[in-house]
């Protein structure tokens, strides 16, 4: 049997086993050998594994004499046998336990297969070469090589952990029944498989209420976009205009909204758009507009125009002050040549100007594309998302997906059907976006 087989076959059993005996390269092998010490005592130290072996333990569960692995994977799979606030399991922490687990499970499967793998490489140099590069050597070599992904490792499991695992969590709680009617620990939450996807869909509350919610959802998203894309390009144009005085004095005065927190501008809008007594009702009604008071928040179409109208006023500064910045560096010459062969301005701003402007901000109108179909903040402290709705489950006129989850999470502890529609969010705007970062030029250079 060639070496490289026989490195590899003892490194299935003896992690470095085969880098260690054949190869000679201690150190490595020793490496290898403490991480499945490690692996293995995890397991053996954290259970009542030595109790049971003694015979100490008549009635052995892994639910209460397991380690951290087979505790973990019981955990995940049944969520818990026993309710209670005592004594009980709590299944939401059994379901993050065991998330972590498997994380934690597949970062041990990935060194064992790099041990393996490495183990088979070293034993296939000692069959070509009759000789095998000692540990530092091969440290050197594997800096020299792989530095970045050395560097970049921690950072990964550090996302794994901050970031995968939410998401890990928000996901497996769509295919549960965890609500207000099975709180652990007093309740136990089961898994249910696609039962809430059906009920989102085909119970008719929960599916009308969805698809008209992602209908003024995709409304909202593209109408706030593109107002405050080329609102903010129609005042960068006009400031950076020849004829324009005192440009910076009105740029600092048009960039204040974007300069004042959002939340502040939100609530005082919130104010003076009241139905009740607000100024501007009341304004309206002093300067004989109106004979009564504007239901600027409580009217199911007045509420959506304002807040797009509102989001208009916060959010076009910000295109304005990166439009300009991309005007200023266009080439004056492309515009000269083209008065010579007598294009208007109109043909100057179809040909030149937009299509250089767009490529430059694609990128940041995806985005910003992506973050106002997630804008709660937007929504939710400006109307909370109404006004109510009596023929939607749980969401008002101006509920967007992101606040009607909120509610769902928050106010009615409906955390199963919430998740559902976190992932249907997910795949939505994920897909989406991708599909037009995919077709810009920039993001195809790279």
Request: hydrophobic fraction near 50%.
């Amino acid at each position: 049997m060639a070496k490289r087989k026989t490195a590899a076959l003892v490194s299935v059993f003896i992690w470095g086993g085969g880098q260690f005996f054949l190869c000679k390269q201690k150190r490595k092998g020793i490496l290898f050998f403490l991480i499945q010490c490690l692996f293995i005592g995890i397991e053996f130290f954290s259970g009542y594994w030595i109790e049971n072996l003694s015979g100490l333990i008549k009635h052995f569960t892994l639910r209460l004499h397991g380690g951290f692995f087979t505790r973990g994977i019981w955990g995940l799979l049944t969520l818990g046998d026993r309710a209670g606030a005592k004594n009980g399991d709590h299944s939401t922490m059994l379901l993050i336990q065991g998330i972590i687990t498997v994380l934690v499970l597949a970062l041990f499967i990935i060194i064992y297969i790099l041990n393996v793998r490495d183990a088979y490489q070293t034993g296939k140099i000692l069959d070509e070469n009759k000789k095998c590069p000692t540990s530092k050597e091969y440290i050197q070599n594997l800096f020299h090589k792989s530095f970045p992904y050395i560097i970049l490792t921690p950072i990964v499991i550090l996302v794994l952990f901050v970031v995968v695992m939410p998401i890990l969590f928000s996901v497996l709680t769509a295919f549960t029944n965890y609500n207000k009617n099975h709180l652990p620990p007093a309740s136990l939450v089961d898994w249910v498989g696609i039962t809430n996807f059906t009920k989102l869909f085909k119970v008719p509350i929960w599916s009308n209420t969805f698809f008209s919610v992602l209908l003024w959802t995709v409304i909202w998203t593209i109408g706030a976009t593109c107002s405050t894309y080329f609102f903010g390009m129609f005042q960068a144009i006009l400031l950076n205009s020849k004829y324009v005085k005192l440009k910076s004095l009105y740029r600092g005065i048009m960039i204040l909204p974007w300069a004042i927190p959002q939340l502040i501008t939100l609530l005082v809008f919130k104010n003076l758009l009241n139905g009740q007594f607000g100024p501007v009702g009341q304004l309206l009604i002093d300067l004989g507009l109106t004979n009564e008071r504007i239901p600027f928040l409580t009217d199911p179409v007045l509420a959506k125009i304002t807040v797009l109208l509102v989001n208009l006023w916060m959010g076009f500064p910000m295109f304005m002050i990166m439009i300009q910045g991309v005007l200023s560096n266009i080439d004056k010459g492309l515009y000269e040549a083209a008065e010579i062969d007598g294009a208007s301005s109109f043909k100057l701003f179809k040909y030149i100007t937009f299509p250089l402007l767009f490529k430059a901000t694609a990128p940041l109108f995806i985005m910003n594309l992506a973050g106002n179909f997630n804008g709660f903040g937007a929504i939710y402290f400006l109307t909370e998302g109404g006004p109510v709705n009596p023929n939607y489950q749980l969401a008002g006129d101006t509920d967007i997906l992101i606040s009607w989850i909120y509610k769902l999470t928050l106010n009615h502890q409906m955390f199963d059907m919430a998740a559902v529609m976190c992932i249907i969010l997910f795949l939505f705007i994920g897909s989406i976006s991708y599909w037009n970062f995919s077709r810009t030029k920039t993001f195809k250079e790279v």
